[in-house]
């Protein structure tokens, strides 16, 4: 949790509960419990922003309540057939869902932008970092090795 107090210090508010990833025999929390939607209502949130194309649940959310959603993609799933066979449907009917559900997508290279861009709605992102801020000494260890 100590992640959750650092990010608190820069955002409006943190919200943690348990939900599941993208899977065919799961039907989602969301279309359940609603939870998602509650959270996004009472915060007024005005986009939701993703980084994963298995978080299925806040896009689907977001779509119900008519907010604005961003996938930030990483995941190739023509190329990736062990994650196709996780969420339990082909790779092209992923993505096309995937497309359907976000309004915007985030790739993180040309290659996966030209595997599942969103025509018209795709813009690319490079994964960096600042070498600088992240030159750290490693932190002691505490607790068993």
């Not at 419990?33 to 005005?46: D, N, P, S, Y």
């Not at 969103?118 to 070498?131: Q, R």
Request: charged share 20%.
């Amino acid at each position: 949790m100590a992640y959750h107090g650092a990010v608190k210090t820069v955002l409006a508010g943190v919200v943690v509960y348990p939900f599941t990833w993208w899977s065919v025999v799961n039907a989602g929390t969301d279309g359940f419990a609603g939870t998602f939607e509650t959270i996004l209502r009472e915060r007024r949130i005005g986009l939701v922003h993703v980084n994963s194309i298995v978080l299925r649940d806040p896009l689907v959310a977001a779509r119900r309540l008519g907010i604005p959603s961003v996938l930030h993609l990483r995941e190739i799933i023509a190329l990736d057939p062990d994650l196709a066979e996780r969420i339990g449907l082909p790779a092209e009917q992923i993505a096309a869902e995937v497309n359907g559900r976000c309004d915007f997508v985030i790739a993180n290279s040309q290659f996966t932008l030209a595997q599942q861009g969103k025509p018209g709605s795709s813009f690319v992102l490079y994964n960096t970092a600042d070498a600088t801020a992240v030159d750290r000494p490693p932190r002691p260890r505490t607790g068993p090795p």
